[in-house]
């Protein structure tokens, strides 16, 4: 059965680093999103994005967040410069189309200290 | 926004009993999704159900759209059912897919 990988699993970054989350998408899907879960927390929208460009982004995705689709199965996350506040568990998703089923990855524990 | 109520968050069941959580949304959806969180943190989709009833082994779930609410029924709830049930909703004006997630049941299956 088709599925979405994330790697890496668990990661650990010092505070005002670089990180780029790894994410492959359901083959056959045109709609792919970001998602964060802090800890204890209920998860929340990052960003979506279909056709090469970014559809919609929550207030959450500022200026130092991004996101690529480098080639034509990946799909990345980076956060320029990490603060602690951005320790959270990062799901990616994909879907057909935009109200179709979403599907997630397993998620990347980021710990930023 | 539109908003996603989840009740209750937090539940205690002994093993074989049946469960119902519920789930309501504050607009019109065009996507309605039932998750479980199992302890590792995997979102695992349970149903896929804008409108209607859907049935899987002893889970089942119910969307009334025009009333604006949904429900997630466990039956002979088993250990391996603990967790968090997340309920999320696309709005229905919108085409990008974002989901709104509701805060979550925590069901904990004693043996």
């Known amino acids: 059965e088709p599925e979405v990988t994330q790697t890496p699993s668990h990661q650990v970054t010092q505070m005002g680093q670089e990180v780029i989350l790894r994410c492959v998408p359901i083959?056959?899907?045109?709609?792919f999103y970001w998602y964060r879960q802090i800890l204890g927390q209920k998860v929340e929208f990052l960003v979506s994005?279909?056709?090469?460009?970014?559809?919609?982004k929550s207030e959450i995705f500022d200026d130092q967040f991004s996101v690529e689709r480098p080639d034509g199965s990946n799909f990345t996350l980076k956060i320029r410069s990490t603060k602690l506040e951005d320790s959270a568990m990062y799901f990616c998703?994909?879907?057909?189309?935009?109200?179709?089923?979403?599907?997630f990855g397993q998620g990347t524990r980021l710990t930023v200290v | 926004g539109i908003q996603v109520e989840q009740s209750p968050p937090d539940l205690i069941l002994q093993e074989g009993a049946n469960s119902t959580l519920r789930c309501n949304f504050s607009?019109?959806?065009?996507?309605l999704q039932w998750f479980h969180q199992n302890p590792w943190g995997q979102l695992i989709n349970l149903f896929y159900?804008?409108?209607g009833t859907k049935q899987n082994g002893r889970l089942s779930a119910t969307t009334v759209a025009t009333e604006r609410y949904s429900l997630l029924y466990i039956s002979s709830s088993q250990t391996t059912d603990s967790g968090v049930y997340f309920c999320?909703?696309?709005?229905?004006?919108?085409?990008?897919?974002?989901?709104?997630f509701g805060q979550g049941t925590t069901l904990q299956v004693k043996p």
């Open positions: 998703a994909s879907s057909r189309t935009g109200y179709t089923e979403a599907f």
């Open positions: 159900i804008p409108s």
């Open positions: 994005f279909y056709n090469n460009e970014i559809s919609e």
């Open positions: 607009d019109s959806v065009n996507n």
């Open positions: 999320a909703v696309e709005r229905g004006s919108s085409n990008t897919g974002k989901l709104i």
């Open positions: 083959s056959n899907h045109l709609y």
